[in-house]
């Protein structure tokens, strides 16, 4: 986002009062000595910075005994006046102190910031060696040691690792996308780089619902693509003046550009195309019923399963279905979505037990089509109900069996 000259600077003396954290790298990193006008012995700035770590302090060398003893004695106040850190700048200067605190360890003042030090940033240590002398007959000259921390590792182009729905059959009022990123992305002008070609490989104008406020998770790695749900939903004007968005029969290809940007400010390891095929509209909600449960063995830490017979919403079947106890008692586990959305896998933390559990399923839950339980998307709307609420839920019981006796099973 461009930002005038004085928004400029008030954005230099945000990032010198509290230095945001990045991880560095390479070793310690020692910064120049400066000579003072006196005969003080000299000084250096070394940098407290682990390979693959943050810089987490500056220590400053040469001090004697004397000078480190009257640092001691200081006030906290008065150590921070006698040595500061601050961000070098061609641009700007009287730059407010970075935030910190000073202390005396072993042969040496460390400066330890409120925030990790940024890195490859340039900065500046000021010592005032007239404050710790302790004798104005023999005075010496404020000594000034500039130093850069490491810069940060090179790391891989972030790439867009999948994109849902998996399957290449999709319904003609295929309601979204979802598209997983391999590190965080940049926020704004998402559907500059995302594009949907028709059979001819023209670019289809008025596909998308582009909001203003991106649908991105908290971690800036699913962006959540709407099509417009005025030309997916019957008897809405958008619909009736542009046709849907996909039409069964045809193919398609979403596109994403290599050039949008991640967190860092850096493009996508490369494009990313998805060529898929339009099947007929479903209009259906999803009926449990049809549902196929495979439950597991006592004493086991198989996989509950569940295969549907059509793909459900890949990001809600990840939080919209969990297993407890028959009494509410929830278990512990990780879930896995395979199959084209069609397979439900749970695995739990710890071995089942014989006896009886449930699943329980938010009625929230959609097919790619928007269709939740019991209830289309695409309704009557003077004869519709209400649309269920995330959090209600219905739950369906299923046994877990003790397992088989091996000498019976034998026989």
């Known amino acids: 986002m461009a930002m005038r000259d004085g928004q400029t600077s008030l954005a230099i003396v945000a990032l010198c009062l509290g230095l945001a954290a990045f991880v560095g790298c390479g070793g310690s990193v020692r910064g120049p000595t400066r000579l003072s006008t006196g005969a003080a012995v000299p000084l250096q700035a070394q940098v407290n910075q682990s390979e693959g770590a943050e810089a987490t302090s500056v220590d400053v060398l040469g001090l004697s005994d004397a000078e480190l003893g009257t640092f001691s004695a200081l006030s906290p106040a008065e150590r921070s006046a006698a040595v500061s850190v601050h961000v070098v700048d061609n641009d700007a200067e009287n730059l407010p102190a970075v935030a910190g605190e000073c202390s005396v360890e072993g042969d040496s003042i460390r400066f330890t910031p409120r925030y990790p030090l940024a890195r490859g940033m340039r900065y500046r240590a000021t010592v005032d060696r007239d404050r710790l002398s302790g004798d104005p007959a023999n005075a010496v000259d404020t000594v000034t040691l500039e130093f850069q921390t490491a810069a940060a590792a090179e790391t891989a182009p972030t790439a867009l690792s999948q994109i849902y729905p998996s399957g290449q059959q999709l319904p003609e009022n295929q309601l979204k996308f979802y598209l997983h990123f391999s590190a965080p992305m940049s926020r704004g002008d998402a559907y500059r780089y995302i594009h949907l070609l028709d059979a001819e490989g023209q670019e289809m104008e008025a596909v998308f619902l582009e909001l203003g406020e991106e649908l991105w998770d908290t971690d800036l790695r699913r962006f959540t693509l709407l099509c417009d749900p005025g030309r997916v939903k019957r008897g809405l004007v958008p619909r ?156 369906i019981p299923f046994l877990v069996s003790p397992q088989e006796n091996p000498k019976a099973r034998s026989e």
């Not at 967190?263 to 259906?284: I, M, N, T, W, Y």
């Not at 086991?300 to 407890?324: E, G």
């Not at 395979?338 to 009625?363: C, H, L, M």
């Open 240 to 395: 009736e003046e542009l046709g849907s968005v996909l039409q069964a029969g045809k193919g398609y290809t979403l596109v994403i550009d290599a050039d949008w940007r991640d967190a860092q400010g850096k493009p996508l390891q490369q494009q990313v195309r998805k060529a898929f095929h339009v099947v007929a509209p479903d209009h259906s909600p999803i009926e449990m019923a049809d549902w196929k449960i495979a439950a597991p063995q006592a004493e086991s830490r198989d996989p509950l399963v569940i295969n549907f017979p059509k793909a459900l919403d890949h990001s809600l079947l990840m939080r919209m279905l969990r297993v407890t106890r028959s009494g509410g008692e929830p278990i512990g586990g990780t879930v896995e979505v395979s199959e084209a959305e069609t397979r439900w896998r749970f695995k739990p933390n710890e071995s089942w037990s014989a006896g009886g559990y449930q699943i329980v399923v938010d009625t929230a839950l959609e097919d790619l089509a928007g269709n939740s339980i019991g209830r289309a998307f695409d309704t009557d709307t003077s004869a519709m109900q209400p649309a269920p609420a995330t959090g209600d839920t219905v739950s």
